[in-house]
């Protein structure tokens, strides 16, 4: 099915290690969203990208970086994981420009930061 | 700036009961779009309803219904006879129009019990 794919689904990293996110996309949407979901707190915008090649900060930037890899692809980089960072991600997708577009989302990454 | 407020962070009915499911939310924006998704226990977002502020127009689907009230900024959703399967978090979302972000709020965690 049509559809957001994330990899992995679950991960434990120790506080300093690095990984990447991976999201893809195969709706042809231009615009792609990263955002952390923590009890008590909903979700909250972490970056996005309107189209390929741009990529703005969202509500929580701080101890991540994107990268618009191509029109399918919008991965998240932690550089140096701390426990803070312990969350569910959800990658997403949309359509661009001013109107009701709804969003995909992916099922989420489950990752632990000991 | 914009804001979604869910002010009920838990609900507990018995089934058949019928529930509301409260949002508020704030915006300057003229034309903006508001949303409902359903995250059950297994996780993944589910889209629920788009509705856009030009549109005040209340909406059933099934059990369902939303009650759309720009006078008091409010985009109440209401399960009529709850179902055990109703038991998930409830989030309401906001997009203004000008913008692809959408904000959510904290969400509701709805338990149906049997």
């Known amino acids: 099915n049509a559809g957001v794919t994330q990899t992995p689904k679950f991960q434990v990293l120790k506080t300093g290690q690095s990984m990447t996110l991976q999201c893809a996309q195969d709706?042809?949407?231009?615009?792609m969203y990263w955002y952390r979901q923590d009890p008590g707190m909903g979700l909250r915008l972490i970056y996005y990208?309107?189209?390929?090649?741009?990529?703005d900060k969202g509500e929580v930037p701080n101890g991540y970086n994107v990268s618009r890899l191509n029109k399918r692809e919008f991965s998240l980089r932690l550089e140096s994981a701390a426990p803070s960072q312990t969350s569910v991600y959800f990658c997403?997708?949309?359509?661009?420009?001013?109107?009701?577009?709804?969003?995909?989302f992916g099922s989420g990454t489950r990752l632990t930061v000991v | 700036a914009q804001k979604v407020t869910q002010a009920q962070t838990e609900i507990s009915v018995v089934e058949k009961e019928d529930v509301t499911l409260d949002c508020v939310y704030e915006?300057?924006?003229?034309?903006?779009?508001l949303f409902w998704y359903k995250q059950p226990p297994s996780g993944e977002l589910v889209f629920l309803i788009r509705?856009?502020?030009?549109?005040?127009q209340n909406e059933i689907s099934g059990r369902y219904s939303w009650n759309f009230q720009k006078s008091t900024s409010s985009f109440n959703f209401t399960i009529t006879a709850s179902q055990v399967v109703d038991s998930a978090v409830y989030f309401c979302a906001l997009k203004g129009g000008a913008t692809n972000k959408l904000i959510f709020g904290t969400g509701t965690l709805l338990a149906v019990q049997p």
């Open positions: 915006t300057r924006d003229t034309t903006y779009y």
């Open positions: 990208s309107a189209s390929e090649g741009t990529t």
């Open positions: 997403a997708s949309s359509e661009t420009g001013p109107g009701g577009h709804g969003y995909t």
């Open positions: 509705r856009n502020s030009f549109d005040e």
């Open positions: 709706m042809n949407h231009n615009s």
